[in-house]
């Protein structure tokens, strides 16, 4: 498992190098007027394609080693890890051409997550088993196609989850990194050694485009490098409840609350003032904190302030995700505990995102 994170990591700081410095005319064509824009120069939204072209030759290593007559490692070259890979293509694909293009819309975006939905539950046999609540649990055994339903929902809609908090600088790549560990936390001390490697793998794989990304803002995830996160962790998370009924399925939910959470009340914050959920504006967490919270940068070189205050931005809200991830981690068995971080974690966001937005933060917190 360590041999495969050191290719991982090393194919994708590779393959990032290569896109940061050959690549770097390509992202003239992104706008300079969008309301997510924090940063100046022209910054390629690659990543996602080295981390995606990383997990594909790493799984390909796997391959060659089990060809050779070596199983030492965790991750086998079997039916599941290519159908597990074929799910992630419409979607991964989707992102990385509007990466590329800037033409995908949303709704067509929308669709092909949805596609990978579907073939992850025909091809994977994914379901939302159960929901750790009785009456819940009763609906689900007696129509099975609403845990279906569930799997395909989560599928979609996480990706795009991810992309919402990927505003900044290691934000969301740090996300992907610390659930990535606590899913991997649990699925080896069940000894599902075949899930925890693709999320180290993964993991990895996300550091080494951390390195071109944090803090020097030399490459961004894009669309595509959210779909990567989002539908590998979807995956597992699914998996790792499906295969082992000890984990709690609101264990993944609460490591996830922040991503999911910033994703609904976005969608009732634009509803609300009457604009669609799929317009982007300036309005999230991240976007506060770094306006309202983060101190100005005194620097004569504008580009390097803007990178600067950036760079600060992304700890508050890897601290926010520990708050959530450490009780999951602790708990994740329990489901009623569990529910219940839930719950005070969607209280905490709307409480700081209202004193935020009406200028009341305690001058500690400055």
């Given amino acids: 498992m360590i041999f495969l994170a050191v290719v991982a990591f090393l194919c994708t700081l590779i393959g990032a190098g290569f896109i940061v410095r050959r690549m770097r005319g390509h992202a003239k064509r992104y706008g300079k007027d969008l309301p997510q824009r924090f940063h100046v120069g022209h910054i390629p939204r690659l990543g996602g394609l080295a981390m995606f072209s990383s997990l594909v030759l790493t799984v390909g290593v796997a391959g060659v080693q089990n060809w050779w007559g070596y199983y030492g490692n965790a991750l086998h070259w079997n039916q599941w890890v290519l159908y597990f890979f074929m799910a992630m293509l419409p979607a991964v694909a989707g992102g990385i051409a509007e990466d590329m293009t800037q033409r995908m819309t949303v709704r067509y975006r929308l669709i092909l997550t ?98 071109w990304n944090y803090p020097m803002g030399q490459l961004f995830a894009g669309d595509g490098g959210a779909y990567v996160w989002g539908i590998v962790i979807a995956f597992c998370s699914i998996t790792l409840v499906q295969r082992h009924p ?42 506060l904190i770094y306006r309202r919270i983060v101190r100005s940068v005194l620097d004569e070189n504008a580009a390097r302030r803007m990178l600067r205050r950036n760079n600060r931005t992304a700890p508050y809200l890897w601290a926010f995700t520990l708050l959530t991830v450490v009780p999951a981690v602790l708990f994740w068995r329990n489901t009623y505990i569990l529910i219940g971080f839930c719950a005070l974690f969607c209280v905490s966001y709307v409480a700081a995102y209202l004193v935020i937005v009406r200028f009341k933060l305690p001058g500690w917190i400055r």
């Fill in 246 to 287: 000890i984990v709690s399925p609101w264990f993944p939910m609460l490591l996830l609350i922040y991503p999911v959470w910033e994703t609904m009340f976005s969608i009732y914050r634009k509803l609300a003032r009457g604009d669609s959920p799929g317009m982007a504006d300036a309005l999230h967490l991240h976007q």
């Fill in 114 to 211: 949805l596609l990978t939905g579907l073939l992850a539950v025909y091809l994977l046999g994914m379901t939302v088993p159960r929901m750790g609540l009785v009456w819940m649990d009763a609906a689900l055994s007696a129509a099975p196609w609403l845990g279906m339903a569930l799997a395909v929902l989560a599928i979609a809609g996480l990706p795009h989850a991810f992309n919402i908090i990927d505003g900044y600088n290691g934000l969301a790549g740090m996300v992907a990194v610390i659930i990535c560990a606590a899913l991997t936390h649990v699925a080896l001390q069940l000894g599902d050694r075949e899930l925890a490697a693709i999320l180290v793998i993964t993991a990895a794989a996300t550091l080494g485009f951390m390195f």
